[in-house]
Structures are given as C-alpha cells and as structure tokens.
C-alpha cells in the first residue's frame, strides 16, 4: 500500500520545454488535487478532480493542463515551461466525507525551469 | 486578501512547553479546518481536523476553532525536538466543481532542547 506516488522526484527543464508529471494513489479515493509550493506562498492549488473524468481549474490554473486518466491516476502537464513555474509540487488525494476529507500527499516533485 | 491567513513565524518554545499555532480565515462559508504538519524537504501530513466549534484533543494536540471569529489554533503540550517543522492550517470550502482547499503559508516552529 503505497498511498500516493509521483514521479519524477526531481526535473530540469529549459525554458520552452514541456513535460507531465505523474501522480497515482491506491486508496481508492475519488478526489485528487494538485499544488505548487514556493517559499512564503504556501500551498495553491493548481487543478482538482472531484471524480474520474472532471477536472476543474484551482487558484493558479495558467500554465497547466490536467488529465485524469482513471480513478487511480492524475497527470500535470506543462506545455511550455516557464521560469515562473519552478517550484514543488505535490499530488494530493482526499478521502471521502466520512473520513473527514482528510488529504494525503505524495512526495512532490521539484522542478526547476532555466 | 489571502483566503487563510497564519503568523509566519519563525516561532521558538522550549522543550516541555506549550506551543501555540494560529490561524485566521476570511470566508465564513468555509466548513472544515485541518493542520498539517511539514518537515524541511517532505510533503505535509496530516495532525487534525477539526469542523464544529470548541476544542478537540489527541493526544498531545489540541484544536480550537471559533467560527464566529473565523480562529483556528492549534495547541502542542509537551514540545519535543521532533515537533520542529513548519506547520500549515487549511480551510475546505465546497465549490462547484467540489471540495478546494487554501492553505496558510505555514507557520516554523523550533522546539529548543
């Protein structure tokens, strides 16, 4: 059981470049969310799924696109990578109302974009 | 205005003290509030949740919310070393497309031996 996974754990990418980060959970859960972290801004969200197939923009959605491929997996794509989106991001997967919609994150990606 | 607001420390207590974390929120539909707790280079966890007013314990945390004042806080009796990170509050609000959460911007915590 291994809660919520992402890869890769670490990515430089040139401005311009694209690429998808990955994030799958096993626990059945169907909420998921992804957020960037920068120092002094905390935590935002960039895009959620309240459920396999919707997808719904966040706080920060500009730069991003999302794909929920199935229950279990989530996708962050980044069409053309810019210095502005260096930071860590982490999956999160949210259990259901009678868990107390608790969250439980994966161990983040960090990526740095020259 | 930041939707969930915290002091962003850093905050510094003695081993065995009482640490005292708090949190303010701007939007009164908001309907749960959680804690996380995050160590240098790791993603958060989870310490509590809390969603009616007053106080809820485990162990040696307390949650307090007041949702007239739009407080949350978070008491750590008996403060450990290992207690030292950056703690997060969140409030969840229920939104069209479903349940978004805003974080605080984390509030250090040092734990002196």
Redesign the interface.
């Known amino acids: 059981n291994a809660g919520v996974t992402q890869t890769p754990k670490f990515q430089v990418l040139k401005t311009g470049q694209s690429m998808t980060l990955q994030c799958a959970q096993d626990m059945n859960h169907n909420s998921m969310y992804w957020y960037r972290q920068d120092p002094g801004m905390g935590l935002r969200l960039i895009y959620y799924s309240a459920s396999e197939g919707t997808t719904d923009k966040g706080e920060v959605p500009n730069g991003y696109n999302v794909s929920r491929l199935n229950k279990r997996e989530f996708s962050l794509r980044l069409e053309s990578a810019a210095p502005s989106q260096t930071s860590v991001y982490f999956c999160a997967s949210r259990a259901p109302a009678q868990s107390s919609y608790e969250q439980y994150f994966g161990p983040g990606t960090r990526l740095t974009v020259t | 205005q930041k939707e969930?607001e915290q002091n962003?420390g850093p905050l510094s207590v003695p081993e065995g003290a009482i640490a005292s974390l708090n949190c303010t929120y701007s939007d009164r539909g908001s309907q749960?509030f959680?804690w996380y707790r995050q160590y240098s280079g790791?993603?958060?966890?989870?310490i509590m949740?809390i969603?009616s007013n007053g106080d809820k314990e485990d162990g040696r945390f307390t949650a307090q919310l007041n949702k007239a004042s739009q407080y949350v806080s978070l008491l750590i009796r008996d403060s450990q070393p290992s207690d030292s990170a950056t703690y997060?509050c969140?409030a969840?609000w229920l939104?069209?497309?479903?349940?978004?959460?805003?974080?605080?911007?984390?509030t250090s915590l040092t734990v002196i031996p």
């Not at chain 2, 939104?95 to 984390?106: C, D, E, L, P, S």
Request: charged share 15%.
């Open positions: 969930v962003s749960s959680f790791k993603s958060p966890e989870l949740s969603y997060l969140a969840r939104r069209w497309g479903g349940n978004q959460f805003y974080f605080g911007t984390g």
